[in-house]
């Protein structure tokens, strides 16, 4: 499986602390109508941490049902126990994702060793393309690309990686370790372009929850040799990338997906808090300026 393009991390609406089912397939359809080359539910950006099991089966199946085959769907599925893991990866196999996104176990710190088996241990159970999320900001641990081949060669469903290090000579030796038809994507969108420039194939991106139609604009641009119009559209989300990180993702985007009329208000789930009052006319200059709002 080939993960070319433009993914989304999809934020999840909520309306009186319950998922927003409408609100959600509408997100996505629009997500669809604007280009976006692929769609990735239950990820950081849509709160999975504060998700119960049985609201993120529900959350993939509504995105697998609203797709409609149209892109790929892959499911966040990790979790820092194997045991609940295997668990969440069933549910989304059963749920129909095309791959799941599979975090490195955080907090614990396992040894390469352990992250192989792991690994290991989830496909002997629930055999689907992984995608290894490898976010060391958030997970205390930073995948090599040495220990991501040992992944690789042991496990053969681990057949792409979230690089969200933004470290570019990391991001080259990915693919100088794992080879050329290894899927490489950013997790940073900060980086994007140049990740694509050392071997990349595509983003799981936070900003095309706003912009999917430049996100993936900009990679059709780099694969079809048109670099001047790649950058010039990298240049253009450079702004609205730095107000997506200027508060803990998914606090900017979800913010800015209410003020652009897509979310009804922008609810979370403690422990993570609305955006500070003094940044929301800051985020809404930003998107005015690019043309959002």
Not at 114 to 123: R, S, Y
Not at 206 to 220: G, L, T
Not at 270 to 290: C, F, R, W
């Amino acid at each position: 499986m080939e993960f070319r393009g433009a993914y989304t991390a999809l934020s999840t609406p909520f309306t009186n602390g319950e998922i927003d089912e409408s609100a959600y397939r509408d997100f996505i359809e629009w997500q669809i109508e604007q280009g976006i080359d692929g769609l990735v539910p239950c990820g950081t950006t849509g709160e999975a941490a504060t998700l119960t099991h049985e609201e993120q089966g529900r959350i993939i199946k509504i995105c697998v049902e609203q797709a409609k085959g149209r892109v790929p769907v892959v499911a966040g599925a990790g979790s820092n126990s194997t045991k609940e893991a295997i668990a969440l990866t069933l549910m989304a196999k059963n749920a129909g994702a095309d791959a799941a996104l599979q975090i490195t176990p955080y907090y614990n710190k396992p040894t390469p060793g352990g992250l192989v088996e792991h690994f290991k241990a989830i496909a002997a159970e629930v055999s689907m393309p992984f995608v290894i999320y490898n976010v060391p900001g958030r997970t205390g641990l930073n995948l090599l690309p040495a220990h991501l081949k040992m992944i690789v060669d042991a496990v053969p469903e681990a057949v792409a990686v979230k690089e969200a290090t933004g470290d570019m000579n990391q991001a080259a030796q990915v693919i100088e370790q794992c080879g050329k038809d290894f899927n490489l994507l950013s997790g940073d969108d900060f980086t994007v372009l140049p990740l694509l420039s050392v071997g990349g194939v595509g983003v799981i991106s936070v900003i095309s929850n706003v912009m999917p139609k430049a996100m993936s604009d900009m990679c059709k641009a780099f694969f079809d040799k048109d670099h001047e119009t790649a950058l010039d559209l990298s240049l253009k989300m450079a702004p609205v990338n730095r107000a997506m990180f200027m508060e803990t993702n998914p606090i900017p985007v979800k913010t800015s997906l209410s003020m652009m009329g897509i979310f009804k208000d922008a609810q979370f789930r403690l422990p993570i808090v609305p955006l500070q009052d003094e940044n929301k006319p800051k985020l809404k200059s930003v998107l005015k300026t690019a043309g959002i709002l």
